[in-house]
C-alpha cells in the first residue's frame, strides 16, 4: 500500500485563483506534516508545517490537516504567475528525521 | 538566506564507475542528508548523518553507498560501482536538529547523475 499519495496533475488556473492541492495517507503514525515547493531544477523548499489537524495561515497559504481521514490540503489565495512549481506534501513520523514524500502536483498559473 | 551548496550540478558517467556527489550544508547545521529523487518519482530518503555516522538509512541506501564527511564542511556521497537504474537527481540537505519537528530542512539544488 503506497504510503502518501498525491495527484501528479498539471494543475492549470488563471491568476488570481484558489489552488486547492490534496494528500492522502495510509499510516496513521505519521504525526507531522509538511508542504515543500519545488521549482525546476532546484530542490524542495519548506512552505508549511504543522502537526495537529486544523489549519494553519501563512500569508497566502493555508494548511490543513485531517488525521481523522488522513488526508492533507494545501490552500494558495491569490495565486501567482510565481507560483508555478511543484508542490509536494512530506510526512514524519515521530522521533525520526526522515521524511516520506508524495510525488508532487505540477501547478501551473498563467497570467 | 544561508544555503546547501552541491556540486556538480550534473554529472555524467559509465555504468561500473565509481561517482563522488559534494555538498556543503550550512555551516552552522548538525545533521545532514541524502535524498534523491528519479525522473517521474518521488523524493526518496536516502541516508542520514550526525556525529560522524550514519544515524538512519533507507533499504536504497546498500553497500555501494557510502558518505563521508572528510572535513569540517564538506559533506559527500559515494556510489562505488554505479548502474544504470542510479540515474537520479540527488540532492543534498541539512538542518539544525533532528527531531520529531524537524525544523526547516534546507535542500541543495541537487546533482542529477545520468548513469549511461
Known amino acids: 500500500q503506497k504510503e502518501v499519495e498525491q495527484d501528479p496533475g498539471p494543475l492549470s488556473v488563471p491568476e488570481g485563483a484558489i489552488v486547492s492541492l490534496n494528500c492522502t495517507y495510509s499510516?496513521?503514525?505519521?504525526?507531522?506534516f509538511m508542504w515543500y515547493r519545488q521549482y525546476s531544477r532546484k530542490g524542495p523548499e519548506l512552505l508549511m508545517y504543522?502537526?495537529?489537524?486544523g489549519n494553519k495561515e501563512d500569508g497566502r497559504f493555508t494548511a490543513q490537516v485531517d488525521k481523522s481521514s488522513k488526508y492533507i490540503s494545501l490552500f494558495i489565495r491569490d495565486s501567482q504567475p510565481s507560483d508555478s512549481a511543484t508542490y509536494l506534501c512530506?510526512?514524519?513520523?515521530?522521533?525520526?528525521?526522515?521524511?516520506?514524500f508524495g510525488k508532487g502536483t505540477m501547478l501551473l498559473v498563467s497570467p | 538566506e544561508p544555503e546547501v551548496t552541491q556540486t556538480p550540478s550534473h554529472q555524467v558517467t559509465q555504468m561500473g564507475q565509481e561517482v563522488i556527489l559534494r555538498c556543503v550544508p550550512i555551516?552552522?547545521?548538525?545533521?545532514f542528508y541524502w535524498y534523491r529523487q528519479i525522473l517521474g518519482q518521488k523524493v526518496e530518503f536516502l541516508v542520514s548523518?550526525?556525529?560522524?555516522?550514519?544515524?538512519?538509512k533507507s533499504e536504497i541506501f546498500d553497500d555501494q553507498f557510502s558518505v563521508e564527511r572528510p572535513d569540517g564542511s564538506n559533506f559527500t556521497l559515494k556510489i562505488r560501482s554505479t548502474k544504470l537504474e542510479d540515474s537520479a537527481m540527488y540532492f543534498c540537505?541539512?538542518?539544525?536538529?533532528?527531531?520529531?519537528?524537524?525544523?526547516?530542512?534546507?535542500f541543495g539544488s541537487g546533482t542529477q547523475l545520468s548513469v549511461l
Open positions: 555551516s552552522n547545521h548538525l545533521y
Open positions: 499510516n496513521s503514525a505519521f504525526q507531522y
Open positions: 548523518f550526525y556525529n560522524n555516522e550514519i544515524s538512519e
Open positions: 540537505a541539512s538542518n539544525k536538529a533532528k527531531g520529531s519537528r524537524n525544523e526547516k530542512l534546507f
Open positions: 504543522t502537526y495537529s489537524s
Open positions: 512530506a510526512m514524519i513520523f515521530p522521533g525520526y528525521s526522515t521524511l516520506t
